[in-house]
């Protein structure tokens, strides 16, 4: 199996804020790799696939990059409704997520 | 509109049979496989595994086979996550998710989950 490491587990950051979060593959995956959203109670939301591609309709204050074994989430200007769990997910073989990061306010 | 949506909340006993469903609507059913993904209280996302709703064909992951079996009823765009004798441990959010994919070259692709359900949440007690 493929293990998916994030990094921080959590952290605080305030609005305004520019905040990056690095997942790490154990064997390279190319440009397998996605990042979701997800907020309490509610169904995690896809923001980029194949590593830097935007989803339709996600602000593009998000932003990915990153191939091989290592990839970044950055969030260039955090706003209040972007505090919540971020999830990495491979999907070269078979799909796994990280652990997650929870993003907290300040 | 794309959606996919579960059935409601379980409560179930250890050692009941449970399935629960993911209506899909809006797009091609059988055009996009299905992935159902586990979430534990207080956890992570779990992939579960996945069926191809178009020839049947299903994949699990290693680490959770045995934590449910995935069918589809493509006559009515749902799928299914089912199982024969619940646990304790079984008790978890679950969601299904609509795979799409990006292609960069004619048999290459990159696979990504765009829709989802809003999820089921199981409890399963003794």
């Known amino acids: 199996d493929i293990q998916m490491t994030q990094s921080p587990s959590s952290l605080s950051a305030s609005v305004g804020d520019r905040v990056t979060i690095t997942c790490r593959a154990s064997?390279?995956?190319?440009?397998?790799l996605n990042w979701y959203q997800q907020k309490p109670g509610k169904a995690p939301k896809l923001l980029i696939y194949?590593?830097?591609s935007l989803q339709s309709g996600v602000p593009s204050r998000f932003s990915g990059s990153g191939s091989g074994t290592e990839f970044t989430l950055t969030i260039s200007s955090l706003q209040p409704e972007d505090f919540a769990t971020y999830y990495c997910?491979?999907?070269?073989?078979?799909?796994?997520f990280g652990q997650g990061t929870k993003l907290e306010i300040k | 509109e794309v959606q996919l949506v579960q059935s409601g909340a379980e409560v179930k006993k250890t050692g009941e049979s449970l399935r629960i469903s993911c209506k899909g609507s809006?797009?091609?059913?059988?055009?996009?496989?299905i992935s159902w993904v586990r979430q534990m209280p207080g956890k992570g996302l779990e992939w579960i595994g996945r069926?191809?709703?178009?020839?049947?064909?299903?994949n699990y992951s290693p680490s959770l086979q045995g934590h449910g079996t995935i069918s589809v009823d493509k006559s009515i765009d749902t799928a299914y996550l089912q199982w024969s004798s619940l646990e304790a441990s079984d008790s978890a959010t679950y969601y299904c998710?609509?795979?799409?994919?990006?292609?960069?070259?004619?048999?290459?692709?990159?696979?990504?989950?765009?829709?989802w359900g809003q999820g089921t949440l199981v409890t399963v007690s003794s």
């Open positions: 194949a590593a830097s």
């Open positions: 998710a609509r795979h799409n994919a990006y292609y960069y070259d004619t048999d290459g692709y990159y696979d990504y989950f765009d829709r």
């Open positions: 064997q390279s995956i190319s440009s397998y």
């Open positions: 809006g797009y091609t059913f059988t055009r996009s496989k």
């Open positions: 069926i191809d709703p178009s020839d049947y064909n299903s």
């Open positions: 997910q491979q999907s070269y073989s078979a799909y796994t």
